[in-house]
């Protein structure tokens, strides 16, 4: 069946590199995205992959392996202000968007 | 103003209550949609739009009523909820629909309590 899983929670220092994971099993595959959501906000687009590799984006890199069905989002040089949800959200065959529950990211000084 | 609006952001309203929320981008976009977003659960796809007509219904209840009546304004109708209709309802345009790089833009979200 269809599903998305990502961490509940993940704790990280300010300055440092963090790594949030993303395994999905789909019904086919047209691109994996991330989006953060503060709390009590909107959530905002992050990146799209579509092919293997990683996507650089400043601090925010985003990796797809589409035969291990796996993603990361990497953050690194950890600000305050990335404390956040962050959403996994994989596009079906039909297009409908599947969403992981969210990784909540809590950055600590 | 630019992006996706919600309004309101809180209501409260009881199980005979009939409400309404609203949903307004000034993107030129042609699809929007509702969202439901429920703690530590993923976001659930209620209702698409796609250029006024209605293209996704998943299983949604009838207590639940989407009105589009042109491309940059969504409504959600809302009578005899249910105390577990308490969420936060978001509602986001694309460019398009149906295509792979279907960036979603949201609006903050309507926090509805159902006592």
């Known amino acids: 069946g269809q599903n998305i899983d990502q961490p509940t929670e993940m704790t990280a220092t300010e300055g440092a590199i963090v790594q949030i994971n993303c395994t999905y099993q789909?019904?086919?595959?047209?691109?994996l995205f991330w989006y953060q959501q503060h709390a009590g906000e909107a959530p905002t687009f992050l990146s799209y992959?579509?092919l293997d590799g990683l996507e650089e984006k400043g601090r925010f890199s985003s990796f797809l392996s589409r035969s291990k069905g796996y993603s990361y989002l990497l953050l690194k040089e950890l600000q305050m202000k990335d404390s956040a949800s962050y959403l996994c959200?994989?596009?079906?065959?039909?297009?409908?968007?599947?969403w992981g529950a969210g990784t909540k990211l809590i950055i600590k000084p | 103003e630019t992006g996706v609006t919600q309004t309101p952001r809180h209501l409260v309203m009881g199980m005979t209550n009939k409400k309404s929320l609203k949903c307004e981008q000034h993107?030129?976009?042609?699809?929007m949609y509702w969202y439901k977003q429920s703690a530590k659960k993923p976001l659930e796809l209620m209702f698409v739009?796609?250029?006024?007509?209605?293209?996704e219904n998943n299983s949604v209840p009838s207590r639940f009523s989407p009105e589009c009546p042109n491309s940059s304004h969504l409504f959600l109708h809302l009578h005899t909820l249910q105390p577990e209709d308490s969420a936060l309802y978001l509602c986001?345009?694309?460019?398009?629909?149906?295509?792979?790089?279907?960036?979603?833009?949201f609006g903050a979200g309507s926090r509805l309590t159902v006592l």
């Open positions: 986001a345009s694309s460019q398009d629909y149906g295509t792979g790089a279907n960036v979603l833009t």
């Open positions: 993107l030129g976009h042609n699809a």
């Open positions: 739009y796609n250029f006024k007509e209605q293209t």
């Open positions: 789909t019904s086919g595959f047209n691109g």
């Open positions: 992959n579509v």
């Open positions: 959200a994989v596009s079906e065959s039909n297009y409908q968007l599947i």
